[in-house]
């Protein structure tokens, strides 16, 4: 199993940014999928999370702002990030919980690698 991501970048304070996520692989269900972000000097959070049923998750700082969307047939995960701010700053991580056929019908956490995301003041 792999988790693609993309679509980070430089971007000006007020400005919009949309993160991707693909999961490939022998999958059997995705029950969750989500976005972490790690900036400079500071521990990995939770930005934002999506059960397969269409619950969500934010993290307090980007609601309003930020919107998580997935497409399960394509077992992908979306982040549109908008009035981003200097404070969003850092490496952008998908996470999934994955129930592959190996895994004894026990969903594993899967990371991606990583995108950075900078907002300029």
């Known amino acids: 199993v792999q988790l693609q991501a993309s679509g980070g970048g430089l971007v000006q304070a007020g400005g919009s940014l949309r993160l991707s996520c693909a999961a490939s692989g022998s999958i059997l269900s995705i029950p969750g999928m989500g976005w972490y972000r790690q900036a400079p000097g500071k521990q990995r959070e939770l930005v934002a999370h999506m059960r397969s049923a269409g619950t969500t998750k934010y993290a307090d700082s980007v609601t309003g702002r930020f919107t998580i969307s997935r497409d399960n047939a394509k077992n992908t995960v979306d982040l549109q990030m908008n009035s981003l701010t200097p404070e969003d700053t850092g490496v952008y991580y998908c996470?999934?919980?994955?129930?592959?056929?190996?895994?004894?019908?026990?969903?594993?956490?899967?990371w991606g690698q990583g995108t950075q995301v900078t907002v300029s003041s």
């Open positions: 996470k999934a919980d994955i129930v592959t056929p190996y895994g004894l019908g026990s969903p594993q956490d899967y």
